[in-house]
C-alpha cells in the first residue's frame, strides 16, 4: 500500500528528476523562531523540513518568485531584505541551486498553503520552530544549511556558496 509519502515522492521525481532547479528560499524569523515547511515526497519515506520556497517561473524576476511561493505556501505577504547565500541542493536524482533571502511577513498570518504543482499536496504543515527544535529532527528530514550552523545567529552568518563536499 502506497502511503502519501510515497505518492508525493513521485510526483516530485516525475516533476524534478535529472532537472537542474533555481530556486528562492526565504528565511523568515519571529520570536527566535524560523518559519519552517513539512513536505512529504521530497525525502524517500520521510519528511523533509525546510524554509518556505520553490522554483522560477520562466520570465519571473528572484523577488516575484519568492513572493508568490510564500503566499501559495504560507498565505502570507512578504518584504525580502538581504541575499544571505547560494546553496546547492544535491541529492540524486535531484538537483537545485537555491538563493536564501532574509524575508519578513508583512501581510497575513501565516497558515499552510498548497503547492500547485503538485496533484497531490507535497506540504503537510508549517511551523514556527526554534533553531533548537530543528537541530533535534534527524539529519536527512532538516534543509542541509541547518547541519552548517549550530544557532540562529551563524545561520545570519553563512555567507557566499555552500555545496557539499564530496
Known sequence: MSTITDVAHEQVLNLY???????????CVQDQKILMINHAGVVQGADFWCPP????????????????EFLEETQTEISIGEMLFVNEFLEPPLHAIELF???????????KGFDPEMKDQIIQEIKWMSFDEIKQLPTAQAHRVFSLCNSLD???????FCAKKP
Request: aromatic letters at 6%; charged letters at 30%.
Open 17 to 27: 528528476a535529472q532537472k537542474l532547479r533555481l530556486r528562492v528560499c526565504g528565511i
Open 101 to 111: 533571502f532574509k524575508v519578513e511577513i508583512t501581510e497575513g498570518k501565516a497558515k
Open 53 to 68: 520556497g520553490g522554483g522560477l517561473q520562466y520570465g519571473e524576476s528572484v523577488n516575484e518568485a519568492l513572493k508568490r
Open 154 to 160: 551563524e545561520l545570519f552568518s553563512i555567507k557566499g
